[in-house]
């Protein structure tokens, strides 16, 4: 047995060589990126891009004299921090150093030092990259094969690469094949969610950096998460609160009263104090943004009965807290109550991977409430972003192109639609307009701007909605035509179940606009379906109490066929095409 014992061992030896000794040498044919080094700000989940100490800190410097010294060196853990990319790379490399211990006894190395990979598919959806990974002095992580296999991905794909949850970072490198494409992509601008919590915010117990539950929240509702989660240190200091409120968010969440539940340390009174003060000092910095008060998380068939008391009378605080509030006159103030099944933590307070989703189910639902974006359950109403059209523009870039012309020249006519819409003309300048002169002519002297992208379906507009490209600025009109490209993938009564949705977000945002919703362009070989669908869309437009246009029978022959000199496909208008639609539009448009 021992001989065969080390015959096993100088085997595994043997192998270990041949394997680091290859991958070095794959690694010496990578060209290397360091997020921290780049020219404009690529690092995700930060509230200061100035004045860190280090490049992945989630405090910046000055914080050091001010916060208490655990808050401080849990501040130089990088949860919640992400860098995304876009590549067509079939290998990527992630190298890193850490300063702290790779795991803890309830909390695997995968999670405490690891990194994640997810990437974005062309439908908006997430896909996650299983990878090869080696704990040593250097941490790396390997992802190969990564098979694209679609001409959608030719300018490549969407990365983002979750940092650990638990440690500090000395360095990180991001390596791909020197023949390859690789592009990073810029932090978003809209404004993020604070969330300002315990462990169990900062990622505790996660498998895995994209399993903390803000990992997973974010990615459902795509919008950035600071998380300024303390293990263990979560108590709603004035001192942190300070640094809270220094970052412009969409909304405030206050989740730390597993770390007060202590009534010797903390009694009622002074969590309750700590609440309202917290709140107050969001409401003196940020008088319009929604503020969430979580309570302490209820663990269901759990026989502590001590513990259960604890929990029952944290949550009464907080609805004390919550009370006085709103008596004294604070609005947009909300409670969250999340309760966990038996198999939803670790050790009766950290969630396990199976917790973390259900905790970000429960924050996902309470945001879209707060937020006025609801999702169906309909694919037409749950809202997505896409890439399908990647190869001619880039759907993001457009989408940020539109915010900034809102805010500089507001419109007066917005005109949702596809690529039927987008290759019309107007601004944004689409790369391959076709109807340029009719768009001149009769829309652009009426305020009217083009929101249209190409193969977009109403989901797709549905997200445009809920990111900000009606908000800052009052229209006259909104002009709707979308849905032809959910043909294929949704029934008549989904498409107009989303048409619905979508048309009642636009009134949330919109109120004083007159919304005119046209009927589909017809389609070569789908003329009957079109037809049949115009008429539930206009039966729609009458029952929501707006405007409703029916520009099917421009397009058709006598016979109910296309009219193809009006096409340059069957389903794309040429520059006659638009000039007709346009003269149809003209009388009904309120510039």
């Not at 509230?47 to 010294?69: F, I, M, N, S």
């Not at 915010?201 to 998460?225: K, V």
């Not at 949704?490 to 949330?508: C, M, P, Q, R, Y």
Request: with cysteine.
């Amino acid at each position: 047995m021992k001989f065969k014992a080390r015959l096993d061992l100088i085997f595994f030896l043997i192998a270990s060589l041949f394997f680091f000794d290859g991958f070095s040498q794959k690694a010496d044919t990578l060209k290397w990126w360091d997020p921290s080094k780049n020219s404009f700000p690529v690092i995700e989940g930060q509230g200061w891009l100035t004045g860190l100490a280090r490049p992945y800190d989630r405090l910046p410097a000055r914080a050091e004299k001010l916060v208490r010294q655990p808050v401080w060196n849990l501040s130089r853990n990088e949860a919640g921090l992400q860098v995304n990319f876009k590549t067509d790379a079939k290998q990527i490399v992630v190298r890193y150093v850490v300063e702290g211990s790779l795991q803890m006894q309830h909390f695997p190395a995968t999670g405490v030092s690891g990194v994640d990979l997810y990437s974005m598919n062309n439908d908006g959806g997430w896909n996650w990259s299983g990878g090869r990974y080696n704990f040593g002095d250097t941490i790396v992580y390997r992802f190969d094969n990564l098979e694209l296999n679609n001409a959608r991905y030719a300018k490549g794909r969407e990365f983002r690469l979750y940092l650990p949850l638990y440690n500090k970072l000395q360095w990180l490198e991001i390596g791909v094949p020197t023949n390859t494409l690789f592009t990073p992509l810029p932090k978003r601008t809209e404004k993020p969610i604070v969330i300002y919590g315990t462990s169990i915010t900062q990622g505790g117990c996660a498998s895995r950096p994209g399993m903390a539950w803000t990992s997973i929240l974010s990615r459902n509702i795509d919008r950035e998460i600071i998380n300024l989660g303390f293990s263990g240190n979560g108590r709603l200091e004035k001192e942190v609160m300070d640094f809270v409120v220094e970052v412009d968010a969409k909304a405030y969440v206050l989740d730390c009263l597993a770390n007060l539940s202590n009534s010797t340390e903390f009694p009622p009174d002074e969590v309750k104090k700590r609440l309202v003060d917290a709140v107050k000092l969001i409401r003196s910095k940020h008088p319009e943004a929604p503020v969430i008060l979580t309570a302490h998380a209820t663990i269901t068939d759990q026989l502590n009965a001590a513990r259960n008391k604890s929990i029952t009378d944290i949550n009464l605080v907080l609805q004390h807290a919550a009370e006085a509030l709103t008596s004294a006159g604070f609005k947009d103030i909300h409670m969250l109550e999340i309760k966990l099944g038996m198999d939803d933590t670790v050790d009766g307070s950290h969630p396990t991977d199976l917790g973390m989703l259900h905790y970000a189910e429960a924050y996902g639902k309470k945001l879209r409430e707060v937020f006025q974006e609801p999702a169906g359950n309909n694919t037409t109403s749950i809202p997505l972003s896409q890439y399908r059209d990647a190869a001619i523009y880039d759907w993001k870039t457009r989408h940020n192109e539109l915010i900034e012309l809102n805010a500089a020249i507001p419109p007066k006519i917005v005109f949702f639609g596809n690529s039927i819409t987008h290759y019309w003309g107007g601004e944004p300048k689409a790369p391959m307009a076709r109807g340029t002169d009719s768009w001149d002519k009769t829309l652009a002297p009426l305020g009217t701007r083009n929101f249209g992208y190409g193969w977009d379906r109403i989901e797709n507009v549905l997200w445009r909605v809920y990111h900000g490209e009606l908000d800052g600025y009052k229209a006259s009109q909104v002009v709707l035509m979308i849905g032809t490209n959910n043909f294929q993938y949704n029934t008549n009564e989904e498409i107009l179940s989303g048409l619905d949705f979508l048309i009642k977000a636009i009134k949330v945002r919109q109120p004083q606009a007159d919304i005119l919703l046209l009927g589909i362009i017809p389609r070569r070989n789908m003329e009957p379906r079109v037809k049949e669908l115009n008429k539930e869309i206009i039966k729609l437009a009458q029952q929501l109490k707006i405007k409703g246009a029916e520009t099917g029978k421009l397009f058709l022959n006598k016979d109910g066929k296309v009219n193809e000199a009006f096409f340059t496909d069957g389903l794309h208008p040429n520059a006659e095409g638009y000039r007709l639609l346009a003269n149809f539009l003209k009388p009904k448009l309120k510039g």
